[in-house]
């Protein structure tokens, strides 16, 4: 039995422009943070996820690719405990795909590189290959160039706040129009922000391109985001949303917000890692 976490994450800047081959260009700076889902492998005589309440399961494809690529007869039974909320701006089916491949290495003893685990998680999405090292990293071309930064993590408090919709990553690319405004001085400041554990400088220069274009699409996110904005919280989009966040966070704000918004919404106090 192997067990593996898979942690989501935010995006501390998410600069997005023109589209090539169908595959908008991305400069996308990611950290993780310790909300995970927990999966759990055993060898099986086929490859199946135990209570899939998912109709096309990424999982069940990062497993076949890597089957298929060590050339191994095998089949792997996945227990997930899902913890991070689906179609969420959080990359949990990513993480998820990426903790296969780790898990799958682990389980058949492949001992392959996280470089070759790299390769196949780029054939699965986009953001794939960030989890397999899963550290703070600047994803560029489609977002599956993983550039690690060379910093010391810290932990930053990042309170999630997601309301009940869900939002589809697809349709908010699909009405997404670039300003043509580069963000190259933005992500610096970032980059030199977290070099010297300056959150003032971070949350200063933070920003998301598609936060506008998520926020016009779903309601329910922009209700959520007027009334964070309204009671003073600046909040932002995690990816194509619909989960806000606020970095720097405290557990009296979190209390505040669960007051404010109630029970419909999931609200989780998290830790860059």
Excluded: W
């Excluded at 109709?55 to 792997?76: E, M, P, Y």
């Excluded at 489609?142 to 706040?161: A, Q, S, Y």
């Excluded at 009334?227 to 606020?246: A, C, E, Q, R």
Aim: aromatic share 8%; net charge neutral.
């Amino acid at each position: 039995m192997i067990y593996e976490r898979a942690y989501a994450k935010i995006n501390l800047a998410l600069e997005v422009m023109d589209s090539v081959d169908g595959y908008h260009m991305v400069n996308n700076l990611m950290v993780g943070i310790s909300l995970y889902d927990e999966l759990e492998f055993s060898k099986a005589s086929s490859i199946y996820v135990e209570d899939d309440f998912l109709v096309d399961n990424i999982c069940i494809k990062a497993c076949k690719l890597f089957f298929n690529h060590f050339k191994i007869d095998g089949g792997v039974c996945i227990k997930i405990k899902k913890n991070i909320p689906i179609a969420a701006g959080l990359a949990g089916g990513s993480s998820d795909a990426a903790s296969c491949l780790r898990g799958l290495n682990r389980l058949y003893n492949v001992n392959a590189s996280n470089s070759e685990l790299k390769e196949i998680a780029k054939l699965l999405g986009s953001d794939v290959a960030f989890f397999i090292d899963n550290q703070l990293a600047l994803c560029t071309n489609r977002g599956e160039v993983i550039n690690h930064i060379d910093v010391e993590p810290f932990p930053m408090n990042v309170l999630l706040i997601k309301p009940m919709a869900s939002l589809s990553t697809k349709l908010v690319y699909q009405n997404y129009v670039y300003d043509r405004i580069s963000k190259k001085d933005k992500i610096d400041n970032i980059i030199k922000g977290l070099k010297n554990k300056d959150i003032s400088l971070i949350k200063k220069n933070i920003f998301n391109d598609l936060a506008n274009t998520s926020l016009k699409l779903c309601q329910d996110l922009n209700d959520t985001f007027n009334i964070l904005v309204s009671n003073g919280y600046k909040p932002l989009v995690s990816g194509s949303g619909p989960t806000l966040f606020l970095l720097d966070a405290s557990i009296a704000d979190e209390q505040a917000i669960k007051k404010l918004l109630g029970s419909n919404h999931f609200i989780y106090l998290a830790k860059t890692i």
